[in-house]
């Protein structure tokens, strides 16, 4: 959720002011301009050999099980720019969301999909299927990232389907640099490689976006 996100940033503050013999935390954030994010990325030849949708378990209960909203939900609440009423059992009704890919308003909960940053296929052929079920369902669901999750417009979502950049960028030029922000930041997150054409076209959108950085934090 945002609010832990926060708490996370406030506390990254309190510890630049500790003294400088203190360790490092085991998962600190990193910053660095896109150009040098897509080079950190490992280059790897993609194998969908074994892959199904069910390997990677969602939604599940979200970061806070007492609330009775699963990790879609969670997602909603907190991406709203008018937050919905929430009905029994977590029922979203109203609301507010821009939908960046296609730079579309939004006011219906079910008009929108919570789409993967990097799509479940395309984790599993870069990476994922060494995976343990449980660090695939962790993946799937993964709310401590901003840009793990995104709350989009349905059509958008399927024109992306498992998509990567070397085949697939928003329909809004204006979000071009943003999303291969995030591509990049989510695959460094989960340590996930690229392939050949994937780098190349991260590497041509790097160009154009001299000012874009890509911070990310490993996963636990």
Not at 53 to 81: I, M, Q, S
Not at 130 to 144: H, L, T, V
Request: charged fraction near 20%; charge should be negative.
């Amino acid at each position: 959720m945002i609010k832990s996100v926060q708490r996370g940033l406030i506390a990254a503050a309190a510890l630049a002011l500790l003294p400088l013999t203190m360790p490092a935390p085991a998962h600190a954030a990193d910053s660095l301009p896109l150009a040098d994010a897509v080079d950190r990325l490992q280059p790897a030849t993609e194998s969908r050999d074994g892959y199904t949708r069910g390997a990677f378990k969602h939604w599940n209960a979200g970061d806070d099980p007492a609330d009775g909203c699963n990790t879609r939900n969670e997602v909603l609440l907190d991406e709203a720019v008018e937050p919905p009423t929430i009905g029994p059992g977590c029922l979203l009704s109203g609301g507010r969301w821009w939908s960046y890919y296609d730079a579309t308003w939004v006011t219906s909960p079910g008009a929108l999909d919570i789409d993967h940053m990097v799509p479940l296929a395309e984790a599993w052929d870069s990476g994922a299927s060494a995976w343990s079920p449980a660090r695939r369902e962790a993946y799937a669901n993964d709310q401590g990232a901003l840009a793990s999750l995104i709350a989009v417009t349905g059509r958008s979502n399927r024109s992306k389907a498992d998509k990567d950049p070397a085949q697939w960028l928003p329909p809004v030029a204006e979000a071009h640099c943003r999303y291969v922000a995030e591509w990049v930041g989510t695959k460094l997150r989960w340590n996930l490689t690229a392939d050949d054409a994937e780098l190349a076209a991260l590497s041509e959108a790097a160009e154009s976006c001299p000012e874009r950085t890509v911070t990310y934090e490993p996963a636990p």
